[in-house]
């Protein structure tokens, strides 16, 4: 293990603009936070490091005041402060900017800026913040136009609008969780640039991530965290790529996957001209067209919210299409109903696990026949089967690794990763023709994030045609035999994989148009 | 009677009958903007005009009668801000509630007055000057209350505040995603009870109105489901302070033509028209629905719970 702690506490002159000392949090059943110490000074942008569930968004919210300790010291510029809710927070030069902004959409930028502003006057606050919005754009190069309103901005420029709310309110603390997880590669590039320059006025920036190569960018200290415990502070320029994953992994990571050249089969699934809604009723899906052969992976790149999963819901019969045509081995299947499409093969894991995958009160054994809960050898004569309920879920669970108490647990209770093996059970099972995967090692662990995509690609292998949904570039690139990246509801163009740069994707999900080649040639 | 007169006095009566109508949708349109449903509209508005008779009878005071009112209108829409705020019950069970029990309790205690007709009433007003231009005078300027022209100065002040202001912001922001506000040191619990009992006192005066003003005299549920057709109508003005103006008197002019039909036709038909009505403006709505949908405060019905994202 690696035990190299750099300066804590700080032995600069200037006291730690932030230092957390001993923080142990926990909640029910798990210590988020193990004792643990951090430490922020003036000028730095300090990365904290970890996988999902390794207690690094708990450590800030308790130093934004959503959290509060159950044991540990805060420190401000050298004072001990006790910070009860964000407001405390702000006040003492602390901002966040959260994962999932807190903006209210139908309100315009300078709206939203000047929500709960102190100093603003009574009448017409947003015409008055407006003026201020403006200078600190120009000065941080963050250009934004306070009358639009939040909704018709990108991701991007709303990130934009939480820094500059959290700047305005004299924010000299600020700290970005996972900010490029909704950014293209160049997005992310401008957004460095402007971390650059908050950190020579002074700024001190905490960069929440679990992507290596970003924090080696963009970073001058990283923390890194697991399993609630801080493994260890390295300076960037001292570490690598593969001393950090093992740290954050506590295991030698493997990079690549071993993959078999692609050999693309019969169109499978096959979409033409398809318009969608969304349910603002504005278009989701603009006229787009793609197929899928089997024996391969398209991957669907794009940042979220340009119409991934309208397209996800669309093609599992989820949503209405108003034009355009779905083929399913060269049966139309548009607007038919998700059993049908079910039973014809189609098998869907969908983005929202607990919410559209499980059914969270029902056992995992009921949970992993509910697609042939009706049929035989489940059913018979409206009565269920339990003892061959049983021996399918007995396989099931052998088989994928799901680790449950028992078959007749509560699904609830199952952690993400568990509870998606059990999706990916269930829809694997019997043999389908197509797979649609939306974000299926979203917030999963490495281990778990591994087998699932071994998995993806053992159907590939068995003649599947899989559509895979991803915001992340990394698992797209390395699993997907030809990528189609999509921007406001049409594909910009579909590229074979070995073929793309990073650099032309990210054009591509910041709108930029390529030829695209409807049918897969193949790689 | 000629085509003239017939517009005038429709219009002039659709806007003494649109008051109650508009001082309940306002109220409602605070509270749902603020993220809280108050289904309790009916019985609010029927406690005010209880309440608002019963005082103006005893003291003789018909503006104490339209305080009491809006007191009273308060204190329920605070039972509902406590059920539905501070112990996150379900808003839309709550204010039917509310409504049962106010429709009752009014019935109860108003036993005795029943059918009364009032001694002193709201005084009509006929505006100096104004009153005298032609037909737009005996249209607008006479025959009204005051509360036909408070009302009115009211929209236009509630959308002010609402679209202009520090507290509009906060009070939409609520409405719309309680989480951001509360994360920038807004007081959301405290912005919802204040919502939520405004929009009761509005719906007092708009009750008590009924009983000093417009038919002075306790009948029980005189309210006759205007309350039902407020919470149509917030939908309706898209929680626009401004739209509910017309709102009120385009359903003013219904209620009011329903009586003036009944010569023509079946006056149980009749009586069917506002809410026929309410029911195509909701079904119309629905169907306008990126329009609509989009203005509907994001928030609406969800109780607020800090730390749950």
Known sequence: MVGRFLGQPSDSPRPALVLLKDITKRFPGVVANDHVTFELRPGEVHALLGENGAGKTTLMNILYGLYRPDSGEIWVKGERVDIRSPRDAIRLGIGMVHQHFKLVLPHTVAENVALGLAGMPFWAPARAVAQKLRELSQRYGLPVDPERRVWELSAGEQQRVEILKALIRGAEVLILDEPTSVLTPQEAQELFKVLARMKAEGHGIIFISHKLDEVLAVADRITVMRRGKVVGTVLAQDTNKAELARMMVGREVVFRFTKTVCQPGEEALSVRDLYVRDDRGLWALKGVSFGVCRGEILGIAGIAGNGQRELVEVLTGLRPAERGKILLLGRDVTNRSPRLLSDLGCAHVPEERIRMGIVPGLSVEENLILKRHHREPFCWGGFLQTWAIRAFAQKAVEEYGIMTPSLRTPAKLLSGGNIQRLILARELSGKPVVVIAAHPTYGLDVGATEQIRQLLLRQREEGAAVLLVSEDLEEIMELADRIAVMFRGEIMGIVAAGEATLEEIGLMMAGERRPVSVRGEGT | ?309
């Open chain 2, 1 to 309: 009677m000629d085509w003239t007169s017939w517009v005038i006095s429709t219009v002039s009566r659709a806007l003494a009958f649109g008051v109650p109508l508009l001082w309940g949708t306002l109220g409602e349109i605070y509270a749902e903007r603020a993220g809280v449903v108050n289904l309790g509209v009916e019985g609010m508005m029927i406690l005010g005009a209880f309440m608002a008779f019963a005082v103006t009878q005893s003291v003789g005071s018909p503006g104490l009668g339209l305080f009491c009112a809006a007191m009273v209108g308060g204190v329920a829409a605070l039972v509902h801000a406590f059920l539905t705020v501070t112990l996150r019950a379900n808003q839309y069970v709550a204010g039917l509630a509310l409504s049962m029990f106010g429709l009752g309790l009014a019935g109860l205690l108003g036993r005795g007055w029943e059918g009364k007709p009032l001694s002193s009433t709201l005084p009509y007003l006929t505006v100096p000057g104004l009153s005298r231009i032609p037909v737009l005078g005996p249209m607008l300027f006479q025959d009204q209350t005051v509360l036909t022209y408070i009302g009115l100065v009211l929209a236009v002040l509630l959308w002010i505040l609402l679209f202009r202001t520090r507290w509009g912001v906060a009070i939409r922001s609520v409405g719309e995603n309680p989480a951001t506000a509360d994360a920038l040191g807004i007081n959301v619990t405290l912005v919802r009870y204040l919502c939520v009992v405004f929009g009761g006192l509005l719906a007092g005066v708009g009750g008590g109105y009924l009983s000093v003003a417009y038919r002075p005299a306790w009948t029980e549920g005189m309210t006759a489901g205007m309350g039902w057709i407020v919470i149509a109508l917030t939908i309706f003005a898209a929680w626009d302070p401004l739209q509910a103006i017309w709102g009120a008197f385009f359903f003013g002019a219904l209620y009011h033509l329903s009586y003036r039909l009944q010569a023509f036709l079946a006056p149980e038909l009749l009586k069917l028209m506002p809410y026929f009505f309410a029911v195509v403006v909701l079904a119309a709505s629905g169907f306008g629905r990126a329009r609509w949908r989009r203005r509907a405060p994001a928030a609406l019905g969800v109780p607020y719970v800090r730390g749950e994202r």
